[in-house]
Structures are given as C-alpha cells and as structure tokens.
C-alpha cells in the first residue's frame, strides 16, 4: 500500500472510531421494543467518502402504493422472522438495494419515530465500505444516491413544513433539496427520512444546525426521548378513543 492510501485508511478508520463512540451513547437498544404499535426499521448506512462521513439514501419506485417517490432509507416492515428491529433492517436493505448484511457493521439503534400510518420505526446505524455499489430493485427503488452527513446540520436548501399527523399531533418537519452532483440531479429530503438524518447528525457533530430543531441541544438524550413520548402519547390516546 503507498504511503498516501495507508494515510487515507488511517483517517477513515479514525472517522469512523469518532462516529462509532459518540453513536453508542445514544444506543436505546430494545427500550422501545415492547411499545404495541405495528413495527419497521429504516437502516442508515453511513459511509466514509474523501474523509467525510456520507449517508446512503433511496428513491422510492413510483409503482409502491406507500409514499410513491419520497426519499427514504433502505428498510420496511417487520417479518415474522426477523429476531428483532437490526434485522429487519439488514434483511430490507438487501432487499431493496442488494447490500450483504456481512458487509453492514451494525453500531446501534436510535430513538424511534413513528410514521404516518403509525408504524413506529427504529432507525439502525450501521457502517458499509464507501466502494458498494447498489443494485437497486427497481419493483421498490428507483434510483440510490449519497449525501454528506453535515448538509443535514449545514444545508444550501432547506425549509420547515408544518404537518399534523392521523392522530392530531401537531408539528414541523425538515425539508432539505440536495443538488447530487453524482447524478447531476435534485433530491427533497422531507418528513421521517430527514427527521432521522438530522438526529444523527447531531448526535455525531454535536454542532448547532443552522436552522431551529425542536431538541435541547444540551441534553439531546433526554429531549429526543421526550420528544418522541409525546408523539407516541398522541398516537396511543388517539388509538384508545377509536376502540
Ligand atoms: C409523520 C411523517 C410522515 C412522513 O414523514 S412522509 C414524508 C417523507 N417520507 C418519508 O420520510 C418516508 C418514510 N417512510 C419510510 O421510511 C417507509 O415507508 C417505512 C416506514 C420504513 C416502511 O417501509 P416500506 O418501504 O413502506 O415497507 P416495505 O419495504 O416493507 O414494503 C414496501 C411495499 O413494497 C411491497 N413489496 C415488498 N417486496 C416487494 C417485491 N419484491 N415486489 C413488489 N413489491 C414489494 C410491499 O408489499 C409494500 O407494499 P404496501 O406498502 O404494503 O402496499
Ligand atoms: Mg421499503
């Protein structure tokens, strides 16, 4: 190996060490396994390109009858015979875009969200190489691209959207346009996608974005998981006065 690619392994590595440490402290493990809402996981696979840390991000086929050509992460929902939220994960991103899970180095789960149709949603952190290359299943995927982890606290583009879900709660959500210039194409991160890139950003800078998050920055563990407990309080009064 020359002195200059042995240099690049060494920096990757330490990025990656960095990013690993930090994303262990906000590991919740099965805390939120036993909630009784119908189950999905998203995997966000994040990868070192040219020193920065970059996430791995699909299209949807606008042949699903679910959110037709949104933005998401590669996962979807849980199977009888997935052991737990990891693998469903891993078992929808080989799915859908053709990623081993041998070549995932799984690092933790996050604070879930729950999605429009009340599915609560574990979003997995795992490692891939910067060199996969995904064959996307086009009945599911239409087109797969990368986006530098720190556009998600530092974006060109971005503006919040007010929202209000099935069950009343009230909100705002993240809407950033990233110009690919792999693709040479413009991508709308919005919605849960987006609310799970900026919570990972922020857990691993650490940095104040550069727009308003609904979280205490000092004492991000504590507020995400209050966050979601109010959102999931809206979803479980509102599936009790239905009964
Ligand atoms: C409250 C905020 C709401 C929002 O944020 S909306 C704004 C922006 N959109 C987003 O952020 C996207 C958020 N959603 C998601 O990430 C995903 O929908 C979520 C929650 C992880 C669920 O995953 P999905 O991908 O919908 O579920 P899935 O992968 O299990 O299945 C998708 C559909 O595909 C179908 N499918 C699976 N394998 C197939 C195959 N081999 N050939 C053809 N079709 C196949 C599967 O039946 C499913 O269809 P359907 O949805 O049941 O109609
Ligand atoms: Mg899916």
Avoid at 11 to 18: A, F, G, N, P
Avoid at 181 to 187: A, D, L, T
Avoid at 196 to 210: E, G, M, N, S
Wanted: with cysteine; aromatic share 10%.
């Amino acid at each position: 190996m020359a002195a200059e690619e042995r240099e690049e392994e060494m920096e990757r590595k330490s990025v990656r060490e960095k990013a690993r440490l930090r994303l262990r402290e906000f590991d919740v493990g099965d805390r939120f396994s036993h909630l009784p809402l119908p189950k999905a996981s998203v995997l966000l696979p994040l990868m070192v390109r040219a020193g920065k840390l970059h996430l791995l991000l699909t299209v949807r086929s606008m042949q699903l009858r679910r959110s037709p050509g949104e933005v998401c992460f590669p996962g979807g929902k849980s199977e009888a015979i997935d052991k737990d939220e990891i693998d469903t994960a891993l078992r929808e991103a080989k799915e859908e875009v053709g990623l081993q899970p041998e070549n995932v180095e799984v690092i933790c789960r996050l604070v879930p969200g729950i999605d429009k149709m009340n599915y609560l949603v574990t979003p997995v952190v795992g490692f891939i190489e910067d060199t996969f290359q995904p064959i996307p299943n086009p009945d599911e995927v239409s087109n797969v691209f990368v986006v530098p982890l720190e556009y998600f606290v530092k974006p060109l583009n971005y503006q919040t959207v007010p929202y209000k879900t099935s069950s009343g709660y009230q909100g705002r959500m993240h809407s950033f346009t990233y110009d690919d210039p792999e693709h040479k194409m413009s991508f709308r991160i919005w919605g849960l996608t987006a609310h799970f890139a900026v919570f990972l950003a922020l857990v691993i800078f650490r940095k104040r974005p550069t727009f308003e998050v609904g979280y205490d920055l000092d004492n991000l563990i504590s507020s995400s998981e209050n966050h979601f407990m109010h959102l999931y309080a809206s979803v479980y009064e509102r599936k009790k006065s239905n009964i």
